[in-house]
């Protein structure tokens, strides 16, 4: 059997750093497993991160696919921290949002 070479693309690797990239920004990961050529991320319900062939790909919320390399774990940690983690809410726990509220 024929060993890769050490150079060769480590998917695992590459996910693992996204992984801690993630962390780093407040986004807590479900689950990631993989090989060396190719693994994956739940970042959050609907949002999964395949890494192969040097690349992460993911869909974003109305299903168009996203690349970017897998050499810039921090950049597609950006990426995804914009989509799922936004900066700000619309709407707040426990607080109402109509103007006046009558009873009819």
Same mark, same amino acid.
């Given at each position: ?7 060769a693309?480590?998917? +695992?690797?590459?996910?693992?750093a996204l992984?801690? +990239?993630l ?5 807590r990961p479900?689950?990631?497993a993989?090989?060396s +050529?190719?693994?994956?991320i ?22 168009s696919?996203?690349t970017?390399p897998?050499?810039?774990p ?15 809410s619309p709407f707040?726990?426990g ?10």
């Open positions: 059997m024929k060993h890769r070479p050490r150079h693309f480590c998917a +695992e690797r590459a996910v693992t992984w801690d +990239e962390v780093a920004v407040a986004a479900m689950y990631q993989g090989t +050529e190719l693994a994956v739940s970042v959050m319900r609907g949002i999964n991160v395949w890494c192969r062939d040097g690349k992460f790909f993911w869909n974003d919320l109305v299903g696919t996203v970017h897998a050499s810039d921090a950049g597609a940690a950006q990426l995804l921290s914009a989509l799922t983690f936004p900066l700000s707040q726990r607080r109402h949002h109509a103007p006046s509220l009558t009873a009819a």
